[in-house]
């Protein structure tokens, strides 16, 4: 763990050395020494940290002492340069060869106090790195004493870093962490839950899933809550968070019902007391066939929280809980009707059918020579689900030898063979974060800034790291690139979960299991990574902190109080309304920071204006809070590099004499929802006005999204010409006169990868030419040929095509995996996808298309698609032809048809998908979405009310 710190430390010195020489002058020698220094101790900490794991308590302790005192000084050696360079950079020395002798004589007298001023931090800064120097060869000098082997690679090493190359990433390996488990479930425990949920009986059943973390319980209730919920009224999954408040268990329960039906969630929830929020429940569950999963529970007495709301309404309501503690089944144990189903190991032929699977892909087979080695791993996990997939996730990257093998079954230190519990798992769950190499274990620790079950954006997290150092430039490619690299080898060794996935596989969130959150949040205390605000308070914490989580919903926790000088990221998580009056004094507090992310504050309303004097912030974040402006203190941001304002109130960048200054900001993110000027055209979306500046800002790589401000003289279009490394560009309200500047800048971005851009308007109409994915077109335009090999994602908007030129371009594109043919953009009356069209489409959303009365699809056509959304298409009277050739379809979708098409129509022929569901208007006019099952069985009811 200290090795990325003494890298991180080491390449920002040889970079200080490089580039600032000429201020240091008197002290570079001793700078480039102690880079030196810590180039040779780094060979010493691999072992250090090894043996800080594994030795006896006596070397133990001495080396885990010796790595922390390491890592202390690289901390205060890269504080000192840091604030050095600032205020270097703050104070330009100007040779007396700028001046003429009188200008010199008229200056002097404000150049000497300067000059001294200068003087004395140049003897400061000799001074501690003097001190630092010293204690450094102090340092190395205990390693060698302690006898750390020398680390350096020899020439043939065949070392298991040398051989962590960082591959690409595999969806097929980003499912959950017992998604495979899935493959070898026991099928009686499916049938038996399944059974119990459709059982005809009117009674309410609760149904509690009892077994120690990791048996695959989640795993089980999501498969089978997925099987059945098309058969209820209404549903909801329930994460139930560790300690929690029984409001807002009733809050996201009430969300979770009301948005299965479609309904609109009562707006005044939130100020809601326990009482009226039962009441919503009992009142919307009175008449419906429900089902209900609390997902971890571990409070006892949990049923007697939410009993109440869940009403024995005598019309099938199903409740299921999952949980680790057996007292919580026990609790519901005077219900009528209670199924308690405990959760067993898997049985020895399971449990080496996973280990096979996962180890030796893709053929699952075991070489004979590892047979005895692999069938004495698999016992020590003891039918463990979890506990199968981490080890063998592990030795699938290892060589295929037995003596490799043999040295991992030996450094399991869990003691399952006598008493199966979880700090055995852990142990296991060690192991592997031991095995990770020195780049990727800050990756993962940082998930320890992050609250529980929490899921994380993936373009938020990387970031996150590229500001924290962590990532390391490599040649040809971005360090967003080698970031997701990094995510990618985390989640391939199943460390890491990606929940979502975007269209082309990537991970759109991601999160690590409870189990393995244990593990983070012990190694970032016992390496002092990071501390959590108020569990976390400088009394509590000893030595050097660099980040700080702070999470909070009381107005008790003071957070003026909160002194972390040295931290270098706060992640703030409160939705206390009194924040705004107990923001931390951020200039003394926190003068290090370079990472400040306020996402998860919803009840922020403005940023400090010490915020300014954060010199080396590299990442800043207001997303989702009601901050309005940005302080004026913000161009002193001058090592900002990401600006994320989405979902915030902020709708205008700085002027010119703020952005100039901003010279090395990368990204900017702004999209919000203007709610007062909502428009089915923009759908209500807004960017960020521009008003002057854009130019200055040439390292920018992605700005998202925008609106130019007409009133000034400048023209701003023609400006973002400038911005020349921007792989990713989103504007708004665009005007036909605007298009030809901003045709000749985006001519300019030979790096640009992505192109989002909206006209001001339905009727305005936008000539682009040369660019891609337009939201009007009125032809084809010439490069439209060009993209049928390298699109992925299609939206047609208003364009009006009357022909099938547009329908045959489209099914030219062999990798289009996601089409959207929206408002009209047809206006013809048949869509035919012909034999062997489309072949990756996953996602097809056919949506107001008032003249549409056909849809063919032939056989082979569309065969992977598992997405498709129709309507309101008022002239279709039938059926599309052809959904019995969809194998793979998992969702149908149909919205607002007419009532000719849902009363003629025989849709026991869909029966076959999984979820099919109707939105219909009832009699008060409101939407509400039916299910196939209810709607089958309303027909049958008429039927028999008219007999």
């Not at 205990?142 to 680390?151: E, I, L, P, W």
């Not at 207001?622 to 600006?643: A, I, W, Y």
Request: aromatic letters at 8%; proline letters at 4%; a neutral charge.
């Amino acid at each position: 763990m200290a090795e990325i710190v003494v890298e991180i430390v080491k390449d920002k010195l040889l970079s200080f050395f490089t580039k600032e020489v000429s201020l240091l002058q008197g002290v570079a020698e001793e700078v480039e020494e102690i880079a030196r220094e810590l180039g040779s101790i780094l060979y010493f900490i691999k072992d250090a940290d090894k043996r800080a794991e594994t030795e006896g308590d006596e070397v133990r302790d001495g080396a885990k002492s010796w790595v922390q005192e390491l890592r202390e000084v690289s901390f205060e050696v890269e504080d000192v340069v840091t604030e050095y360079t600032h205020h270097m950079a703050q104070q330009p020395c100007r040779g007396r060869d700028q001046w003429g002798f009188v200008e010199w004589l008229r200056e002097i007298s404000c150049f000497l106090p300067l000059c001294c001023s200068r003087l004395k931090q140049r003897h400061d800064l000799a001074w501690q790195i003097e001190n630092i120097k010293k204690r450094l060869i102090k340092i190395h000098d205990r390693g060698k004493a302690y006898g750390f082997v020398n680390s350096i690679p020899q020439p043939g090493s065949t070392s298991t870093d040398s051989q962590n190359v960082v591959t690409s990433y595999d969806p097929r390996r980003a499912s959950r962490y017992l998604q495979e488990a899935d493959l070898v479930v026991i099928e009686s425990a499916r049938d038996e839950l399944v059974g119990v949920l459709l059982d005809e009986s009117s009674q309410r059943i609760v149904i509690p899933v009892v077994g120690m973390g990791g048996l695959g319980k989640t795993t089980l209730a999501q498969q089978v809550y997925n099987h059945v919920q098309g058969g209820f009224q209404c549903h909801a999954w329930v994460q139930v968070p560790e300690p929690y408040r029984r409001e807002e268990i009733l809050r996201t329960l009430i969300m979770g019902l009301f948005e299965s039906t479609k309904a609109s969630v009562p707006t005044e929830i939130h100020s809601m007391d326990e009482g009226k929020l039962t009441n919503i429940i009992r009142v919307y569950l009175k008449d419906k066939k429900y089902l209900v999963i609390f997902d971890d529970v571990w409070k006892e007495d949990f049923w007697g929280d939410v009993e109440h709301a869940l009403i024995d309404n005598k019309v099938s309501g199903r409740v299921m809980i999952t949980t680790r503690k057996l007292q919580v089944a026990e609790f519901c144990g005077c219900l009528p009707y209670v199924h308690v189903h405990k959760m067993q190991h898997l049985p020895t032929e399971k449990s080496w059918e996973l280990f096979c699977m996962r180890t030796f892909k893709p053929d699952g087979y075991c070489p004979k020579e590892l047979e005895k080695i692999s069938g004495e791993i698999v016992e020590k996990c003891r039918g463990l689900p979890l506990a199968i997939v981490v080890i063998a996730g592990l030795l699938s990257r290892k060589n295929k030898t037995v003596h490799e093998w043999r040295r991992i079954h030996d450094s399991l230190t869990f003691e399952l063979e006598h008493n199966v519990h979880l700090t055995s798992i852990l142990n296991i769950l060690s192991l592997s974060y031991n095995e990770l190499p020195y780049y990727l274990k800050s990756c993962f620790l940082y998930f320890g800034m992050f609250p529980r079950h929490h899921s994380i954006r993936n373009g938020r997290l990387i970031r996150e790291w590229i500001a924290e150092g962590f990532v390391k430039a490599e040649e040809g490619k971005t360090l967003e690139d080698v970031a997701q690299e990094y995510l990618s080898e985390l989640i391939n060794r199943c460390l890491v979960e990606a929940p979502e996935l975007d269209m082309t596989g990537k991970p759109k969130k991601c999160c690590v299991h409870d189990l393995l959150h244990v593990i983070i949040l012990k190694k970032t205390k016992e390496v002092r990574f990071c501390g959590v605000f108020p569990e976390s308070t400088e009394s509590k914490i000893r030595g050097i902190t660099r980040r700080l989580s702070i999470m909070i919903n009381s107005s008790n926790d003071d957070l003026q109080e909160i002194k972390f000088p040295h931290v270098h990221s706060v992640t703030v998580f409160c939705t206390d309304e009194t924040l705004n009056n107990r923001m931390p004094v951020f200039e003394t507090n926190f003068k290090f920071l370079k990472v400040l992310d306020f996402e998860d504050a919803p009840c922020l309303d403005h940023l400090p204006d010490d915020i300014g004097n954060l010199f080396d912030l590299r990442y800043l974040s207001v997303r989702g809070t009601k901050v309005k402006r940005l302080p004026k203190s913000l161009k002193k941001l001058e090592n900002l590099e990401t600006l994320d304002l989405r979902k915030s109130l902020v709708y205008e960048l700085p002027a010119a004499d703020t952005m100039k200054k901003l010279c090395k900001l990368r990204n900017i993110y702004a999209l919000n929802i203007d709610h007062e000027n909502k428009n089915i055209f923009m759908l209500g979306r807004r960017g960020v006005k521009v008003v002057d500046g854009i130019g200055f800002l040439k390292a920018l790589q992605k700005l998202l999204f925008i609106e130019i401000d007409r009133e000034g003289d400048k023209d701003l279009f023609k400006e973002l010409g400038n911005l020349t490394q921007l792989r990713t560009l989103g504007i708004f309200d665009v005007r036909s006169e605007d298009c030809r500047s901003l045709c000749s800048s985006v001519e300019k971005m030979k790096l640009l990868e992505s192109l989002n851009v909206a006209s001001a308007g339905e009727n305005e109409v936008v000539d682009l030419e040369f660019m891609s994915s337009p939201r009007r077109l009125n032809k084809l335009p010439q490069w439209f040929a060009q993209l049928q090999t390298s699109l992925v994602k299609l939206r047609l908007i208003y364009s009006k095509w009357e022909d099938d030129r547009l329908l045959q371009a489209v099914e030219n594109m062999h990798n289009l995996l996601h089409l959207e043919i929206c408002f009209d953009a047809y206006v013809g009356k048949q869509i035919h996808f012909r034999k062997g069209v489309l072949p990756k489409l996953k996602k097809l959303n056919l949506f107001r298309l008032i003249r549409l009365c056909l849809l063919i699809i032939e056989e082979t056509a569309l065969p992977v698609l598992g997405d498709l959304y129709l309507g309101p298409c008022p002239q279709m009277k039938e059926l599309p032809s052809g959904l019995e050739h969809l194998k793979n379809l998992k969702t149908l979708g149909f919205d607002l048809m007419s009532p000719e098409f849902m009363t003629s129509q025989d849709f026991r022929t869909v029966s076959h998908v999984p979820r099919v569901y109707f939105g219909q208007r009832n009699d008060k006019g409101e939407v509400q979405v039916v299910t196939l099952p209810m709607l089958l069985q309303a027909r049958e009811d008429a039927i028999r009310g008219k007999s």
